[in-house]
């Protein structure tokens, strides 16, 4: 007899939806000669002096727990670093807490913030984990719609239609994962003015903000009164090649990490230690090796929205991130049926837009962080692909 475990799960977890982007990789693990332009992560491995320092950390015996809010040497760097790069001003000894990623620090933020019923703005379309975190601490999404017209940007105007008396916070993410978007001082200062005048919490998820081409990155907390209404949340993941270290931040108002902090004791007690002490060395001296990536993205992006638009598929040039979400609506195909379709015709992978939210839809998610001969050869496939579906 089988037995029903339906009753013995959470209706939570139940109703979560599985993530668009994994269907598609499983779908491509089992195929060979894919070019995968779905992966959301760099195709850089972290550079040498930051893996030297973890591994001789771990020679050296640094295997225990940390403080919960992690290493203060670690925390004193991160506050240094984000004063020398972002012009903010945390204290390391109680506003700042290392997390197991950018993707932790989300969790931490909702499960703080959040009461049943509450609600959260997010600006589709929006990373996939966004919704569902809320929805797991209780919350409310309730998504904003953005439009390629306007350069998938958010206005004042869009998010004071979606405020109620139960809107708590609003979740800010530029450089934009999946348009790439990025939103420039003029702009997030109009957004901070709705803010104060509905007395919200920003959530701001600043994890691109190493990869930014073409304007200088604002943080959300540097604007005039948003230090004491931001969470800032930050990593190591995409700017420095550490996806696999699981190694973010929350930088915040120390009212709000001491509360973060209990959860943080009970759920996960610390990040692992030995990879602390490889992020100091991150903040310290990778800077050059940052910047070499970030100018290697900046050049991919380039040629692939020209090659793109080239054959046919209208895609604006995002301000930064390593995704570019060019229109296939010409194609008269479904971003799902798009994405299957051109993983097995041509053997190429990347993400339908709706994994991103509704607005997503019509779109499809290519990230650049590939070398450029796989994106011009992906670019060669998606062109024959184009001749079989659009008249031209
Ligand atoms: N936030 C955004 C917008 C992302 O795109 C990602 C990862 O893709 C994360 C957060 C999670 O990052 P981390 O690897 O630090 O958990």
Not at 9 to 25: C, D, M, V, Y
Not at 158 to 168: F, G, M, N, V
Not at 207 to 225: C, G, H, K, M, V
């Amino acid at each position: 007899m089988t037995r029903d475990y339906h009753k013995y799960i959470s209706t939570r977890a139940i109703e979560l939806q599985p993530s668009g982007i994994r269907k598609f990789f499983d779908l491509a693990a089992g195929m060979e000669g894919v070019i995968s332009l779905g992966v959301g992560e760099p195709d850089f491995i972290t550079p040498w002096n930051i893996r030297d320092r973890s591994i001789e950390a771990l020679s050296d015996g640094f295997t225990s727990y940390t403080a919960n809010a992690g290493l203060l040497e670690l925390r004193e760097e991160i506050c240094a670093y984000l004063n020398r790069r972002f012009d903010v001003t945390y204290q390391p000894e109680n506003e700042v807490i290392v997390t197991v990623g950018a993707s932790q620090a989300l969790d931490l933020t909702f499960r703080t913030l959040l009461n049943s019923g509450d609600e959260v703005l997010i600006i589709e379309p929006a990373f996939v984990a966004y919704a569902s975190l809320v929805a797991m601490a209780g919350g409310i999404p309730v998504s904003i719609s953005t439009y390629a017209e306007n350069g998938f940007k958010v206005t004042p105007e869009l998010i004071e239609a979606s405020i109620t008396e139960r809107t708590k916070a609003i979740l800010i993410c530029s450089p934009n994962n999946p348009t790439g978007t990025c939103l420039n001082k003029e702009e997030l200062t109009a957004i901070a003015e709705v803010v104060e005048k509905h007395d919200l919490i920003v959530v701001s998820d600043e994890i691109y903000a190493e990869l930014t081409y073409d304007q200088a990155f604002t943080s959300f907390s540097s604007l005039p009164r948003m230090f004491e209404r931001t969470i800032l949340i930050n990593g190591f993941s995409k700017g420095f090649a550490m996806t696999g270290w699981r190694l973010g931040f929350i930088a915040a108002p120390k009212e709000l990490t001491s509360i973060m902090l209990k959860i943080y004791q009970h759920t996960t007690m610390c990040a692992p230690h030995m990879l602390q002490l490889g992020a100091i060395e991150a903040l310290r001296n990778s800077s050059e090796q940052v910047e070499k990536m970030q100018k290697s993205y900046w050049r991919r992006r380039n040629l692939l929205v020209q090659s793109l638009n080239r054959i046919g598929l209208d895609c604006h040039m995002p301000g930064g991130a390593f995704y570019v979400f060019p229109s296939i609506k010409k194609t008269g195909l479904t971003s799902e049926e798009f994405a299957e379709n051109l993983l097995k015709e041509e053997k190429v992978a990347v993400v339908p837009g709706s994994a991103f939210g509704p607005s997503g839809e019509g779109y499809v998610r290519c990230s650049y962080a590939t070398s450029i001969e796989q994106l011009q050869e992906a670019v060669v496939r998606m062109e024959r692909f184009l001749g079989r579906y659009v008249d031209r």
